[in-house]
């Protein structure tokens, strides 16, 4: 059963480009999280996703950020116009129908904004 | 509120020693509490998990202890191995707008010295 697997594990984008970060959920799992981590800090949750809903996107800016998880396919969190301060860690998550069991993480994508 | 506090931000301890790390939280509705470690560059992974209806429980040289009444939760590693070097972060479970999420602590970086 293979784990919550995130595409890329790096990207490198130029200020002004668009960043697509792909997560696919562990087999079974419906929800989806995404989380933002900043060198030497925690993680900060972004989005909360079922499929084709977004349950609570109170962490996404209400700028260039956008999230999905469609019926079929990887959930994508977009980000346009990329600016140095995304830089960032991305991590995907996947629980099954009940949070209060596991959290899984994915090894995120380190995107760096040149 | 939906803070989560962390502390000490920074551990060192010997080889053999315990450690110990607390965790605050904010909302009296959360009613679970995990903790993760996280290896440099690497996904953050579970390693114990506690319950609201529990007070304490171990798995090895891990164990945790949660009081309900104070808010307050903690991870303690006895016998500590170099190889438990990582940062460690606490997580409550969020309730808002009948959606759940976790929030996390900052993280404690954990060294041991052999």
């Known amino acids: 059963n293979a784990g919550v697997m995130q595409n890329p594990r790096h990207l490198v984008r130029r200020r002004g480009q668009e960043a697509r970060l792909r997560c696919s959920p562990m087999k079974g799992h419906s929800h989806v999280y995404w989380y933002r981590q900043l060198p030497e800090e925690g993680l900060k949750f972004m989005v909360y996703l079922q499929k084709e809903n977004i349950i609570d996107e109170s962490g996404m800016p209400k700028e260039r950020f956008s999230a999905e998880f469609p019926k079929e396919g990887p959930s994508i969190l977009r980000i346009q116009q990329v600016v140095r301060g995304d830089s960032a860690a991305y991590f995907c998550a996947s629980s099954p129908r009940d949070l209060g069991e596991k959290l899984f993480f994915g090894s995120g994508t380190q995107l760096s904004v040149l | ?114």
Do not use: M
Request: hydrophobic share 30%; proline share 4%.
């Open chain 2, 1 to 114: 509120g939906e803070n989560v506090e962390q502390h000490p931000s920074t551990l060192s301890v010997q080889e053999g020693d315990s450690a110990v790390i607390k965790c605050t939280y904010s909302d009296s509705a959360s009613n679970y509490f995990p903790w993760y470690k996280q290896e440099l560059g690497k996904r953050p992974q579970l390693i114990i998990d506690i319950r609201s209806n529990v007070g304490e429980k171990k798995d090895q040289r891990i164990a945790v202890t949660l009081n309900k009444t104070a808010k307050h939760f903690s991870l303690h590693i006895t016998e500590t191995q170099p190889e438990d070097s990582a940062v460690y972060f606490c997580a409550a479970i969020l309730t808002q707008g009948g959606s759940e999420k976790l929030v996390f602590g900052k993280g404690t970086k954990l060294t041991v010295n052999p």
